[in-house]
């Protein structure tokens, strides 16, 4: 019997052999087997995604080559255009000095540019570490730290704030460095912790909790400091709307927004009453610049001449006539009229023509992020500068009130460029890890 049995288990053994090299299931000790790498793999992919276990720098990857191609087009035209815009006034205001402003913008460039490479190489998950205080009751992480930090230099313009060409108190002047603008810092602290929030609630962001009462309870925060102590409407409307564009693309819960945005333009009506009325009662003056050239509007009229005064192929570089004192302080808030004055409609459109490209190249980086952290901040940065760009050329056409609005890349401003440098060293941090084609 028992050599009978032998033939017969030898016999099934091979039929089970040849099944499975037909490609037939596999029996179940295999099936168990691949289950278990399964689970092991996707063990290690969460412990690899665990930001406590990243490292700070990462070489993994390689940047995203067209939006640095970019960002270099647009740094370079726009130092370039800055210096056309300003070298008279440098002049006026440096005792003779036509490069002054150049030398500091271009300072500002490098250190934007070091920080850059340096944000580009860190693996930015990291900004998700989480660290604990007071034995593990209190737990943070490199994102609220950002926030935190950003908000307390916002505070501080209240008792040490200064006003810089007859502007708010929104400057605050720092020993050996000069004066800057915290509502600057301000944007990117809000942009990485709205991305962190967002990433970290996702589960719950449709709720009306976390959904909406958390973000407005910030955002009532940053109304407070940005209307209440800066009279700042121009960065408000920014961060409101990259803050919203956020939300929106993580997945809020719609139907519960109309009557939050009803109480918080209440809320904004209130501080306005606060700041008073005549301040931003003078910046409406933009729809008619021709009314009264000599009082606010003037300089949306100077801007309305040089623009026209440009044609289709401009001046010429160096050649415009608007920056000779004409049009105040051409090198912050108005460049794009200098620009369209000596590039004429041509070099208008390119630069328009540039940012579109920026935008659309962002938000194919975001599309494609690892994770939804790093396509969070990508739409939040790629979204904060165009706005902001669409915004000042808006202002340069005498379509959008003058309110501050600068343009990144070109306007003057040293601390404005160095931050959107950085801003780009994060965008490009999520680009070497995102899967581009």
């Known amino acids: 019997m028992q050599e009978q049995i032998r033939p017969g288990l030898a016999a099934k053994q091979v039929e089970t052999g040849a099944a499975n090299r037909n490609g037939k299931p596999p029996s179940k000790p295999a099936k168990s087997a691949k289950k278990m790498a399964s689970l092991a793999g996707k063990q290690a992919k969460k412990k690899n995604d665990d930001p406590n276990r990243i490292r700070f720098f990462s070489f993994h990857g390689k940047v995203d080559m067209p939006m640095t191609v970019i960002i270099f087009v647009l740094l370079v035209f726009g130092i370039t255009m800055m210096f056309s815009a300003g070298h008279a006034q440098s002049w006026l205001d440096n005792e003779g000095d036509s490069y002054a402003y150049t030398v500091k913008q271009i300072t500002a460039a490098g250190l934007g540019l070091a920080g850059m490479v340096l944000l580009c190489f860190m693996d930015y998950r990291v900004l998700r570490r989480e660290f604990s205080a007071f034995g593990g009751k209190f737990r943070f992480t490199l994102a609220h730290m950002i926030l935190w930090i950003t908000m307390f230099m916002n505070f501080l313009c209240l008792p040490f704030g200064v006003a810089a060409e007859g502007d708010q108190k929104r400057w605050l002047k720092v020993p050996l460095f000069g004066t800057f603008q915290p509502s600057d810092f301000l944007k990117i602290g809000l942009i990485v912790f709205m991305a962190y929030y967002i990433h970290k609630n996702f589960d719950k962001i449709r709720s009306f909790w976390v959904g909406i009462v958390k973000p407005g309870m910030l955002f009532l925060a940053v109304v407070f400091i940005m209307i209440v102590i800066q009279s700042h409407m121009s960065g ?184 959107q440098l950085w801003e780009m060293g994060l965008l490009l941090a999520v680009s070497k890890r995102a899967k581009l084609k």
């Open 236 to 419: 408000l409307l920014i961060m409101t709307a990259v803050c919203a564009v956020m939300l929106f693309v993580g997945g809020i819960n719609m139907k519960p927004v109309i009557p939050v945005v009803i109480v918080l333009a209440v809320v904004v009506i209130i501080g306005v009453s606060l700041s008073g009325f005549d301040y931003f009662g003078d910046r409406v003056k933009f729809m008619d610049p021709l009314s009264e050239p000599g009082d606010r509007s003037y300089q949306n009229y100077q801007s309305a001449l040089a623009i026209g005064s440009g044609g289709v192929w401009g001046k010429g570089f160096g050649n415009s006539t608007q920056k000779y004192f004409y049009l105040p302080y051409a090198q912050n808030d108005f460049v794009y009229a200098v620009l369209c004055e000596e590039f004429g409609l041509v070099g208008g459109a390119a630069v328009i023509i540039l940012f579109v490209i920026f935008v659309m190249r962002g938000f194919t980086i975001a599309s494609n992020a690892e994770d939804r952290f790093g396509c969070l901040m990508a739409t939040g940065i790629t979204f904060h500068i165009g706005l902001q760009a669409l915004l000042n050329i808006g202002v340069n056409l005498c379509c959008v009130p003058n309110t501050g609005i600068s343009m990144p890349f070109f306007s003057y401003g040293g601390t404005a460029l160095m931050l």
